[in-house]
């Protein structure tokens, strides 16, 4: 009887390692609390390319302010809603809460050009590139801490990849829209115009 206890219990052992690791929706979590404290370790760790949806959303010189990702990427809220596996793929459906970007950011290009073009006109004592240059980042900053901002929630479904004893998140466009708070929409519309205005070529 012991002997046959045993070996149940090996046979459990094995089993449980064999269909251990990481649950893909617990490799979301993760990922998604590396993000609101910008734990690039963490985001390295669980992102096939984070840098990607960052860098694609920062082009502005103020988004690589470190400060400036911390407020917009700190205020973010997430719910894993739902989680499906197929061998070594899973998707994760993430409801993700962030600041509204683009009206803030829509005050903050109003705000950066009066004063760049303040600046330029000065003629006693006018800034160095420098100096407009945190001013500016300053600015955003404020914005972003203003207790009255709205925020935007947007449902995403994440891929994610098997690797090694956990997973793989594939960001796309649609969650770096989301963590970024529309901010994408935004860039995308102003494209789409200065492309509509821009002159064609004969």
Not at 62 to 91: C, H, P, R, W
Not at 104 to 133: H, T, V, W
Not at 138 to 156: F, G, H, P, Y
């Amino acid at each position: 009887m012991k002997k046959l206890t045993v070996i149940v219990l090996l046979l459990m052992l094995v089993m449980g390692c064999s269909t251990g690791g990481e649950a893909p929706e617990a490799a979301v979590e993760k990922a998604l609390k590396a993000v609101k404290s910008l734990d690039e370790e963490t985001m390295n760790q669980y992102f096939s390319q984070w840098d990607g949806f960052v860098g694609s959303n920062a082009e502005a010189p103020a988004l690589k302010d470190v400060e400036a990702l911390k407020q917009i990427f700190g205020s973010i809220e997430y719910k894993i809603v739902s989680a499906s596996t197929d061998g070594d793929k899973a998707t994760v459906t993430t409801e993700i809460t962030a600041l509204d970007l683009k009206p803030i950011f829509g005050e903050f290009l109003q705000q950066s050009i009066a004063l760049s073009m303040s600046q330029a006109f000065a003629k006693d004592n006018p800034m160095s590139d420098e100096e407009l240059e945190k001013q500016i980042n300053q600015m955003l900053i404020d914005l972003l801490k203003k207790e009255d901002n709205a925020k935007v929630t947007s449902t995403v479904e994440l891929s994610l990849a098997k690797h090694e004893n956990s997973w793989k998140i594939q960001p796309n466009e649609a969650f770096g829209n989301a963590v970024f708070g529309g901010l994408k929409e935004m860039t995308d519309a102003f494209s789409g115009i200065s492309g509509e205005n821009a002159p064609q070529a004969k």
